[in-house]
């Protein structure tokens, strides 16, 4: 099992993005025997984009994890993901904190390290290449979309945000479904050393 190592008490946050779509997330339900269960929609491709940071305290893991959700229309680009992290810098309150994600392209962009380059409160590192299961998001998008977004054919997006933001809310008000998402992948929280 790997440890964050917490050295300067602030938040360690895994951030990662997901599309969703009008399209239903097909899964497997119950029905009465004899009546398979059909799904009616109207074939819409509109889509939209989520993000979510999850944070756990480093020095202080007792303050329970802490979860920023973001949903936008269309996609995410550099400029989108700027404008995600200035509302988890208000989130945090300025606190410390070391931003955990993968190597997309927007995430690594030229106006992205400059605008980081700026940040006291940011510090970024990246996840392994081809390594989806060391991010807890990546467990928080498989519960909503077997969950919430479970066969359902909304006819708006708005429809599709609403479920989203039900999902979300679950998982706020139950706190160990986060601790659950971090033991899932193998890494742990260490809390620093005290100095003599």
């Given amino acids: 099992m790997g440890l964050l190592d917490g ?4 938040e360690f946050s895994f951030l990662d993005e997901s599309d969703v779509s009008l399209l239903p997330q097909v899964r ?24 979510a940071a999850l944070g756990y305290h480093a020095a202080d893991p007792e303050r329970g994890p802490r ?60 996840l392994p290449a081809y390594a989806p299961e060391l991010n807890p998001v990546e467990l928080l998008w ?9 066969n ?12 989203t933001e039900q999902g979300i809310h679950r998982i706020n008000h139950n706190p160990q479904l986060p601790w659950f998402f971090l033991a ?4 742990t929280l260490h809390p620093p050393t005290p100095q003599n």
């Avoid at 929609?41 to 984009?49: D, E, I, V």
Wanted: net charge positive; aromatic share 8%.
């Fill in 142 to 150: 498989s519960s909503l979309k077997k969950r919430e977004l479970a």
């Fill in 28 to 51: 497997r339900t119950y029905a009465p025997r004899g009546r398979t269960p059909t799904l009616r929609h109207r074939l819409n491709w509109k889509r939209a984009s989520m993000a």
């Fill in 152 to 163: 359902l054919a909304g006819d708006h997006l708005a429809d599709v945000a609403d479920a």
């Fill in 67 to 126: 979860l920023c959700f973001h949903l936008k229309p269309g996609s995410y680009d550099t400029a989108a993901l700027i404008e995600m992290l200035e509302q988890l810098k208000t989130f945090y309150r300025g606190e410390r904190v070391v931003l955990v994600w993968d190597g997309l392209s927007a995430h690594w962009s030229r106006a992205m390290r400059a605008w980081v380059a700026e940040q006291d409160w940011l510090t970024l590192e990246r």
């Fill in 7 to 10: 050295t300067d008490g602030g």
């Fill in 184 to 187: 899932h992948t193998g890494l």
